[in-house]
């Protein structure tokens, strides 16, 4: 199951660049697995949290990440800290896009 996902980190990032806006050689992109995608993706988005919550919620309409699901984690019940249960939901997301991608190229 992780060589899936280590295989699609490229992919998910380049989503993640496109969908957030971010310059094309952000660090994102040197992720060689998912978890350090994970771990830089919860640093922007806590910073976008602090600094350009405009621009993270413009990018959460481009994912097409529901809205309850996008408020039940900035809430924080679930015991984690909001930007992780928010990175959870964009790579999530992404692996669903790509996936989707593949089944209907074919």
């Known amino acids: 199951m992780s060589d899936l996902k280590e295989s699609k980190t490229d992919q998910i990032s380049e989503l993640i660049v496109q969908d957030f806006s971010l310059e094309q050689e952000h660090t994102l992109v ?58 959870e939901l964009v790579i999530s997301r992404e692996i669903q896009k790509i996936e989707t991608r593949l089944k209907y190229r074919s």
């Not at 910073?47 to 529901?66: K, P, T, V």
Request: aromatic content about 6%; hydrophobic content about 40%.
């Open 30 to 87: 040197d992720a060689k697995h998912v978890d350090e995608l994970k771990e830089k993706l919860e640093k922007i988005i806590a910073y976008l949290l602090d600094n350009d919550f405009e621009r993270l919620l413009n990018a959460m309409y481009r994912l097409d990440i529901s809205e309850e699901k996008f408020k039940r984690a900035i809430s924080g019940t679930a015991g984690r800290s909001v930007s992780a249960e928010i990175a």
